[in-house]
C-alpha cells in the first residue's frame, strides 16, 4: 500500500492563526473518538490513543514547519487576505499510527477556526485513488470524522495536491 496524501484548510482569522501556530500541539488524548475511526477502517493493533501532550509539547507552527521542512511535495501557508491556511503532503503515509500524530495536532485548530467555515482535514490516496482514510470537519470550534468531503473540498484538495506533485516532479526532472 502506498503512502497517502493530507489536505488540511483551516478559514482563520489572523488573530487565531497565530494563537494556534504557538499554541503547544495536542495530543492524540486530546480527542475520544479515535478507536470509532479505526474500527470502521477495520485497522487493529494502534496503541496510545490517549497520550497526553508533554508539558514541553512544541509549538504547532513549529511542529507543522519541521513536517514541511523534511517532507518534499510539502506546503504549509497562510492567506491574511482570504484568511485562509493550508497545509499539505503530497506523500504523507499509509500507517494509521502516524496518521494520528499529525491529526491530532491538525484537529486542534477546530478551536481556531472560525465558526461557521468549511475548514476541513482529508486524507487520502491522491496518487494512486486508493480511497478515502479519513475525512474531519473542523466547523463549530469541534474536529469530527465526517463520512467524506463535497465535490467542491475534493476539487481543492486535488487541485493543490496536483500543484505540488508538478512542483516536485519539476524539481526532480531539473536535478537529471
Known amino acids: 500500500m502506498e503512502a497517502s496524501s493530507l489536505y488540511f ?26 478507536q470509532q475511526w479505526l474500527d470502521a477502517a477495520e485497522v487493529h493493533g494502534v496503541r496510545d490513543l490517549d497520550q497526553k501532550a508533554p508539558e514541553n509539547a512544541v509549538a504547532l ?6 513536517w514541511v521542512d ?4 510539502s506546503l ?29 495536532p491538525l484537529r486542534q485548530m477546530a478551536k481556531y477556526a472560525k465558526p461557521e467555515s468549511d475548514s476541513f482535514l482529508l486524507v487520502y490516496s491522491y496518487i494512486w485513488g486508493d480511497g478515502d ?25 486535488d487541485g493543490v495536491l496536483e500543484g505540488l506533485a508538478q512542483a516536485l516532479q519539476q ?3 531539473d536535478y537529471d
Open 76 to 104: 504549509m501557508q497562510y492567506d491574511e487576505a482570504s484568511q485562509v491556511w493550508q497545509f499539505a503532503l503530497v506523500e504523507f503515509t499509509n500507517n494509521y499510527g502516524e496518521m494520528i500524530q499529525l491529526l491530532a
Open 70 to 73: 523534511c517532507m518534499y511535495g
Open 171 to 173: 524539481q526532480e526532472y
Open 133 to 157: 482514510n479519513a475525512f474531519l470537519t473542523l466547523g463549530q470550534q469541534r474536529s469530527q470524522f465526517a463520512s467524506g468531503p463535497s465535490p467542491e473540498q475534493r476539487a481543492e484538495a
Open 9 to 34: 484548510r483551516c478559514n482563520i482569522t489572523p488573530a487565531q492563526y497565530q494563537a494556534a501556530v504557538t499554541s503547544p500541539a495536542a495530543g492524540s488524548g486530546e480527542f475520544d473518538d479515535w
Open 61 to 66: 507552527g513549529d511542529l507543522l514547519q519541521g
